[in-house]
């Protein structure tokens, strides 16, 4: 398997626009997990999936947040619209059964 | 809610050394303890899951333990390398009802050659 797969790997945007953000699990996983990292509060939970379900949102920082699962082997991180502080690393990770947990490379978003 | 912590923050050895990374969490009713690797720009590196009703993993040079009365994990370095400079990364998780994971800060270690 090729891993979780994220794209873009880099996003650079102004203030303002759309910014949308897309996952590939490890097929056959059945939980999908969407993290922030940034310098200031380290790596944080935004939104988990289980079985294309959103079960938990909490993390999520404002409206200008959305998640998607369509199907078991895409999802999509959506921010409108974009704000400087949104600068961070977004990753995406899956599991079975929501014990290990497999990142993948992330997505250095940037918000100028 | 559960809360990780990893101490130190940072730490410097010379190569060859044995080395012990700590990790404290609140909730001792884990499921399991990740041990992550960072490298500088990189995502994050699965090196050691311990399941609840483990004690301890091994791989190569590397041995992770989990204590969950005392709500502790140590990921132990045998013969430290310079590529193994990275920022190490403890998550606790699943608990109770929440499925994710929680992160420690991580532990920034340099080897020196």
């Known amino acids: 398997d090729a891993g979780v797969i994220q794209s873009p790997r880099h996003e650079v945007t102004e203030m303002g626009q759309e910014v949308t953000l897309r996952c590939k699990p490890i097929s056959g996983h059945d939980y999908l997990f969407w993290y922030r990292q940034t310098m200031m509060r380290g790596l944080e939970l935004l939104i988990y999936?289980?079985?294309?379900?959103?079960?938990?949102d909490s993390g999520m920082p404002e409206d200008r947040f959305s998640a998607k699962m369509p199907n078991a082997s895409f999802s999509t991180l959506k921010i409108q619209p974009s704000e400087p502080r949104d600068s961070a690393v977004y990753f995406c990770?899956?599991?079975?059964?929501?014990?290990?947990?497999?990142f993948g490379p992330g997505t250095r978003l940037t918000v100028t | 809610k559960q809360e990780v912590t990893q101490i130190p923050a940072a730490l410097s050895v010379p190569e060859g050394e044995n080395l012990v990374l700590n990790c404290s969490f609140t909730d001792s009713a884990i499921y399991n303890l990740q041990w992550f690797r960072q490298d500088p720009g990189k995502g994050l590196t699965s090196l050691l899951l311990i399941q609840s009703s483990q004690r301890e993993q091994t791989s190569g040079r590397l041995n992770a333990s989990l204590d969950k009365s005392s709500g502790r994990s140590t990921l132990y370095i045998a013969a430290s390398q310079p590529g193994d400079s990275a920022t190490y990364l403890c998550?606790?998780?699943?608990?109770?009802?929440?499925?994710?994971?929680?992160f420690g800060s991580g532990t920034q270690l340099t080897v020196l050659p």
């Open positions: 998550a606790g998780g699943p608990s109770g009802s929440a499925r994710q994971l929680t």
């Open positions: 999936f289980n079985n294309n379900v959103p079960i938990d």
């Open positions: 990770a899956s599991s079975l059964n929501s014990y290990e947990q497999y």
